[in-house]
């Protein structure tokens, strides 16, 4: 199956590497170029020429917002999601008027660039499947669908399993932990593990942090907040 291929535009090393290793995780998905400077990407894209680009706004020698409208005056196909600080409604406005497919505010969690992938692939699978599309097709591409099952917790997430996680975190007061040390108390594997705990973090109940002490690659730990 050919992957998705992607590009990052990030200036900032721990969000960039966060983004790259993410989505290398993906099964559909290889990151192709990763670019910290507006120059940079400009002649990493028209070496790449990757499906996919995340940009961040605030570049050393630009802006990601000027990056997008370049190329989108030069007609090029590829997809593109905002990686940010930027809250301002104004400069949403802008992206949104780009046609950027996501916008993500930082500290990004793993889980909603894990979302915008997944979003990205119904996206194009919906127009790649079919010659015309329905209304209801168009108000999902567009997110405007009403109409969505009631669960009380996402798919993949057992509630008992996640009350049980839950426990565990408040009553031990656990601190700088793995998701293999969850996965042990546990008795789950390590990916199991790391979906709960990214769960979590989209729920505000803990945060990721980076351990970059460990001589080579930095280990993913978390802390309890609050």
């Known amino acids: ?27 559909q998905f290889t990151v192709v170029a990763v670019s910290e400077s507006y120059a940079e990407a400009i002649m990493q894209f028209e070496a790449f020429k990757p499906d996919l680009v995340f940009v961040d706004i605030t570049l050393p020698d630009g802006n990601g917002l000027a990056f997008i409208r370049e190329l989108r005056s030069q007609n090029v196909t590829c997809s593109f999601i905002m990686t940010t600080a930027e809250r301002e409604a104004a400069t949403v406005e802008q992206a949104v008027q780009l046609g950027v497919m996501d ?4 500290p990004i969690r793993m889980s909603r660039v894990n979302q915008a992938l997944d979003d990205y692939l119904n996206y194009r699978q919906t127009l790649a499947t079919a010659a015309t599309v329905d209304q209801s097709d168009i ?3 567009f997110r405007k669908s009403t109409v969505a099952p009631v669960r009380n917790t996402p798919k993949g997430i057992d509630a008992t ?12 007061q656990l601190q700088d932990f793995s998701a293999e040390d969850i ?3 546990m008795n789950v594997s390590r990916v199991t593990a790391r979906r709960y705990l990214e769960f979590l973090e989209t729920e505000g109940m803990i945060k990721l942090v980076l351990n970059y002490k460990t001589g080579g690659r930095p280990q993913r730990l978390y802390q309890l907040l609050g």
């Open 1 to 27: 199956m050919t992957k998705t291929t992607v590009m990052v535009l990030e200036d900032d090393i721990r969000a960039s590497y966060t983004l790259e290793s993410t989505i290398n995780q993906h099964p």
């Open 103 to 106: 916008y993500l505010v930082k």
């Open 139 to 141: 108000d999902q591409l």
């Open 161 to 172: 399993t996640l009350a049980n996680l839950k426990q565990i975190l408040v009553t031990e």
């Open 183 to 185: 996965g042990k108390k």
